[in-house]
């Protein structure tokens, strides 16, 4: 059997990870500022990590949302604490499109509802409500165009208010900061434009924080850089830091009911395991004050090179912004200087998403590789 041929590869092989590198088959060393799509939270292969899964997988790896599993308690208590959220109930699954998708359904089983709206630019995952609510047309099939879904441009607030108005909307579902659609990000004032209106309407508001939460921002969730309080959080990537994990948070005040959600493999022993050591990693090595001060220290490193034209994010969720497309300078910073970087649907913006561990080394090393390609490129 061959594999369903989905992914345009770059030919390398990864077999070895530690922290903030990866080594390929060939022994050949890379400087990771990518985290295989902003997934690697607390560093690749984090010892106590390693530890926690191997511990757990000796005792008991899996078993069903049919039993008692005090780890799912042990998780939600720490993540309430962690995350200053202690007061939402944590629903457990394994992706974030599957987190969005469970998210959206809450909202509309509650309000009797069924429009969303969603923003450009938006990306929330490729299951069908959620990605029927994100704006790329080529990744949505017929069957994923039955759901009532607005887009609107980001910071409207009288486009957000008119279609509230009409009544039959039962989410509004917003990332933290957009990650594949290119770091664009709702002001402060927009965001709390969001959280009023959503309510007078009657509508949930979701935050889609796979991305943009977890610590990467410099807060534990990026809507608390703005002050205020969804209905909904979602979570995956840095949650299980490899493992496939995501979450559901839901404000205490929405009720659930036995049967209203579920899933087999969501919560399980090995999972809970990863995702509690993630969480008091974060803690003990302060992760999230290291994401704060290295996006000041990351800025400071770039303003040096007059081809950039701005640096946006914030915290380790940063784009780097050029004057042309990045495609030529992202091949030459990989093959030359053995450093992964991410690409976003905006063609001049090179996505960087580390370890929350990075050090301040690492990026010195990598803008001195960017300087370098540049002027090798002759832009
Ligand atoms: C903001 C956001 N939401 C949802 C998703 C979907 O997550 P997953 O690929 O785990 O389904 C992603 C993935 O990139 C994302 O960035």
Redesign the pocket.
Known sequence: MKLFDVYPLFDITLVKAEGTNVWDNKGQKYLDLYGG?GVISVGHSHPKYVKAIQEQIEKIGFYSNSVQNPLQKQLAEKLGKVSGCGDYNLFLCN????A?ENALKVASFKTGKGKVIAFNKA????TSA?VAATQNPKIQAEINKGHEVTFLPLNDEKALESELKKGDVAAVII?GIQ??GGLDEGTTEFFKAVEKLSKQHRAFLIL?E??SGYGRSGKFFAFQHHGIKPDIITT??GMGNGFPI?GVLIHEDIEANYGMLGTTFGGNHLGMAAAISVLEIIEEEKLIDNAAQKEVEFKELFSQIKEIKQIKGRGLMLGVELEFPVAELRKKILFDHKILTGNAANPNLLRILPSLSITKEKLEFFVEAVKKSIAEIGK
């Open positions: 799509h992706s974030g499109a599957e969005n990306f929330h995952g490729r959620a990332e990650g594949v889609d796979i991305q995956a990537k995501g």
